[in-house]
Every structure is written in C-alpha cells, then in structure tokens.
T-cell receptor, first 109, second 113 residues
Framework: GQQLNQSPQSMFIQEGEDVSMNCTSS?????WLWYKQDPGEGPVLLIA?????ELTSNGRLTAQFGITRKDSFLNISASIPSDVGIYFC?????????FGPGTRLSVLP | ETGVTQTPRHLVMGMTNKKSLKCEQH?????MYWYKQSAKKPLELMFV???????ENNSVPSRFSPECPNSSHLFLHLHTLQPEDSALYLC????????????FGPGTRLTVT
C-alpha cells in the first residue's frame, strides 16, 4: 500500500531557529495535509495543499506541495517553545488517505 | 477545542471486560472516523462512516465493533481485547468522506491488562 516517509524523525532546535521537515512517497497524491499533535491531544490540522507547486502559509508555518506530487515540505520560522510536538503529514488520492510516521520537534530555550 | 469530544479520556480494562468509547462532533460534519495510534507507528485508520453508513473497515478484528447512530455520534465497542490493543484511539470527523480535512478529538488512552 501507499506509505509516507517523514524526515527527520526527530529534531532538537534552539528557540528562534527556523525548522524544515519533509514528507516523501513513491506514490502520487492529489492532496497533502500537515497536522500537529501536542502531548495528550489529537492531531490538529495546520495546512492543506491541493495543487502541485502550491505554497501556503499559516502564520509562521509555510508548506509546499511538491511539483512531482510525491512530496511536501513544512517550514516553521522563528520557532517558539509552543512549537514542540509531533508533526504529521498526510497524503490523499481518491479514497486513499494515509499518514506519515511523524517528525518530533523539541525546542530548547 | 476542535469541536470533537471523546469520552473517556483514559480507560484501563481487563481482557475479559466489555467497554465502549464515545465520540461526539459538534461541527455539522457527515463523516466520522476511528483511528488507532500506537507508539512509533503511523496513525491507522480503522473505520469510516459517511452519513451513518460504514464505508470502510480496514481489516479490523471483530473484537472492535463500531456503531454510528447518527452523524454526530460514533461509538467503538470493545470486548475481549488483547494487551497489544493498548493504544490511543482517536475519533475524527470531516464534511464528507471525500473531504480530507479531518478534525480530531483528544483521544482515549486505552490500556488493556
């Protein structure tokens, strides 16, 4: 079946730094979504992308739908402590909807 | 607060017990989902309901039994579970089953002893 890979698996950054993470697949997707999960909570939708090449921002977050339709990227600018959590990508194609394993972000003060 | 609530938030049950998880969405959505989240594994879709009809069952063991009495409520009935069923069970809803923007509840942390 379709699988998503996320890298890095985890990252430790200093407060104020920018963050980049990506999500890749060997399959094509029509939609990419990015979620964030805080400890003890369910995932929260951050950004949805519907078109190859699309670049969308949500505050300090920017996500891009890769031109090959096989990948997506998420950038966080000027990280703050509340950015800590697990970031999941999800890809959709028709009725297929799959989540990646997540990138765990830790922010050091 | 995402508009999706789940109860209980934590549940400990023995392998011979019967329990139910409840999910309620206040978003006016038509599709509801059950996911299983285990440590170090991607979210696993278990069941999908669209307009109260089950549209997907991803080879889930029969010891998990879903029920969707209306578009706002979703239950997961549990019986004779195994320790490996311990996980975070997440409920989500979306406008329709082909709407990929899903809104999740906080989850029920289930421990099977």
């Amino acid at each position: 079946g379709q699988q998503l890979n996320q890298s890095p698996q985890s990252m430790f950054i200093q407060e104020g730094e920018d963050v980049s993470m990506n999500c890749t697949s060997s399959s094509i997707f029509n939609t990419w979504l990015w979620y964030k999960q805080d400890p003890g909570e369910g995932p929260v939708l951050l950004i949805a992308l519907y078109k190859a090449g699309e670049l969308t921002s949500n505050g300090r977050l920017t996500a891009q739908f890769g031109i090959t339709r096989k990948d997506s990227f998420l950038n966080i600018s000027a990280s703050i402590p509340s950015d800590v959590g697990i970031y999941f990508c999800a890809g959709a194609y028709g009725q297929n909807f799959v989540f990646g394993p997540g990138t765990r972000l830790s922010v050091l003060p | 607060e995402t508009g999706v609530t789940q109860t209980p938030r934590h549940l400990v049950m023995g392998m011979t017990n019967k329990k139910s998880l409840k999910c309620e969405q206040h978003l006016g959505h038509n599709a509801m989902y059950w996911y299983k989240q285990s440590a170090k594994k991607p979210l696993e879709l278990m069941f999908v309901y669209n307009f109260k009809e089950q549209t997907e069952n991803n080879s889930v063991p029969s010891r998990f039994s879903p029920e969707c009495p209306n578009s706002s409520h979703l239950f997961l009935h549990l019986h004779t579970l195994q320790p490996e069923d311990s996980a975070l069970y997440l409920c989500a809803s979306s406008q329709g089953s082909l709407s990929y923007e899903q809104y999740f509840g906080p989850g029920t942390r289930l421990t099977v002893t």
